[in-house]
T-cell receptor, first 115, second 115 residues
Framework: AQTVTQSQPEMSVQEAETVTLSCTYD???????LFWYKQPPSRQMILVIR??????QNATENRFSVNFQKAAKSFSLKISDSQLGDAAMYFC????????????FGTGTRLQVTL | GAVVSQHPSRVICKSGTSVKIECRSL??????MFWYRQFPKQSLMLMAT?????????EQGVEKDKFLINHASLTLSTLTVTSAHPEDSSFYIC???????????FGPGTRLLVL
């Protein structure tokens, strides 16, 4: 079974600084998707970034980028120029390809942004 | 990104009553919908997966007679908590995905309090 591990329960970053959230996963599949979702205090789950495993290039979305290491099964999220609005719970998630597949979530990392 | 709505956002009910939660995909056809439950400071726990026009598939340990799921159309799924008890109090989140999209989009969640 696939598992997703987020080893950092909490992280803190100063405004305008950069922070990296870690995520590792375990799978025997070669083709799959990886996601980072953000859950702010409103509890609305928001997609931050998505990575297809067959793509070697790391995904980027404005201030958010990933470091995808397929061999190491690592998928970290880098947030640059952190803003107060980035404070939230961040969940890493895995899904194999196929219409019947389900998301497997990590336990989450709570990010605090300080002035 | 795609929009998923959920209604109601919060509900308070008496023990023994039934509560229905609606989940709608507003701008895409959701061939698959998912229902999650989230306890405070925890990750999302998948309850069931439903495909339009067919019976839902429940995760192990989830009572299908207690949590009735209907996915009658490509834009609407409902979760009915039957004979609710205080231990059913939780945050329920729906999610939807199209066969044509790799990403799952989430509703804003429903906070259920059973007195």
């Amino acid at each position: 079974a696939q598992t997703v591990t987020q080893s950092q329960p909490e992280m803190s970053v100063q405004e305008a600084e950069t922070v990296t959230l870690s995520c590792t996963y375990d799978t025997s599949e070669s083709d799959y998707y990886l996601f980072w979702y953000k859950q702010p205090p409103s509890r609305q789950m928001i997609l931050v970034i998505r990575q297809e495993a067959y793509k070697q290039q790391n995904a980027t979305e404005n201030r958010f980028s990933v470091n995808f290491q397929k061999a190491a099964k690592s998928f970290s999220l880098k947030i640059s120029d952190s803003q107060l609005g980035d404070a939230a719970m961040y969940f890493c998630a895995y899904r194999r390809t196929g219409t019947a597949s389900k998301l497997t979530f990590g336990t989450g990392t709570r990010l605090q942004v300080t002035l | 990104g795609a929009v998923v709505s959920q209604h109601p956002s919060r509900v308070i009910c008496k023990s023994g009553t039934s509560v229905k939660i609606e989940c709608r995909s507003l701008d895409f056809q959701a061939t698959t919908m998912f229902w999650y439950r989230q306890f405070p400071k925890q990750s999302l726990m998948l309850m069931a997966t439903s495909n339009e026009g067919s019976k839902a598939t429940y995760e192990q340990g989830v009572e299908k007679d207690k949590f009735l799921i209907n996915h009658a159309s490509l834009t609407l799924s409902t979760l009915t908590v039957t004979s609710a008890h205080p231990e059913d109090s939780s945050f329920y989140i729906c999610s939807a995905r199209s066969d044509h999209k790799e990403t799952q989009y989430f509703g804003p969640g429903t906070r259920l309090l059973v007195l």
